[in-house]
């Protein structure tokens, strides 16, 4: 079956404009999970949803960052009036509950740049 | 959330069994240790996970301690292709929650 996939890809935007970047899960996995990822660095937590709601978001580093999962599957995370710091690689991951490994599956990601 | 320390960086040839050890001394009881590996522009893919003793899959071994404060995953004969960044982590249980991620350690395998 297919993989995570995430969209876009890539992104270009500039400085204080609005950004969604969207993530389709592995069909069936209850779990999922955003990182950002910045060079050189290990993937950084940012929220996890079990289901449709957001079990732990401890991770999002300030109000302009929110998660939906409206329907348990596809999630988005939000991105307002961006700035530079917030260029990164952002990583989907999504894992089923009940499994007997803590295999998360990741996406490719997708890459953000803030101009 | 027990904190890992690894190795910045591993250089190796290629044929060569690699080793890299994990240090995780505050390892809670229910915490299981989990090793992803990550080419660049992927994303981290799963390789392991143990308790304790020995584990071996088709890719790698693991091995763990008694005291279970340390882990070391071993790469039998190396190849170019196993350049990446290897991440050790510990998590509550058999995975699952905040799966928290270090720096890694970046293997280079030379020919």
């Known amino acids: 079956g297919a993989g995570v996939s995430q969209t876009p890809s890539n992104k270009v935007t500039e400085k204080g404009k609005y950004v969604e970047l969207r993530c389709d899960p592995i069909?069936?996995?209850?779990?999922l999970y955003w990182y950002r990822q910045s060079l050189g660095q290990g993937p950084e937590f940012l929220i996890y949803?079990?289901?449709?709601?957001?079990?732990?978001d401890s991770g999002l580093p300030n109000d302009r960052f929110f998660a939906v999962r409206p329907e348990g599957s596809v999630s988005t995370l939000k991105i307002q009036r961006t700035e530079r710091g917030d260029s990164a690689v952002y990583l989907c991951?999504?894992?089923?509950?009940?499994?007997?490994?803590?295999?998360?599956?990741f996406g490719e990601g997708s890459r953000l740049t803030v101009l | 959330l027990a904190k890992t320390t690894q190795p910045i960086s591993m250089d190796s040839y290629e044929g060569q069994e690699v080793n890299i050890t994990c240090s995780h001394n505050?390892?809670?009881?229910?915490?299981?240790i989990t090793w992803y590996q990550q080419f660049p522009s992927q994303g981290p893919r799963f390789i392991i996970q143990?308790?304790?003793?020995?584990v071996t899959n088709e890719v790698a071994s693991l091995f763990i301690p008694a005291d279970r404060k340390s882990s070391t995953l071993s790469l039998p004969r190396v190849s170019l292709s196993d350049t990446a960044v290897y991440y050790c982590?510990?998590?509550w249980g058999t995975g699952g929650f905040k799966t928290i991620f270090g720096a890694g350690t970046r293997l280079f395998v030379k020919a």
């Open positions: 982590l510990v998590l």
């Open positions: 505050n390892i809670a009881t229910n915490d299981y």
């Open positions: 143990g308790y304790k003793t020995k």
């Open positions: 069909s069936g996995h209850t779990a």
């Open positions: 949803f079990q289901g449709t709601g957001a079990a732990d």
């Open positions: 991951a999504s894992s089923a509950t009940g499994q007997n490994t803590g295999e998360l599956f």
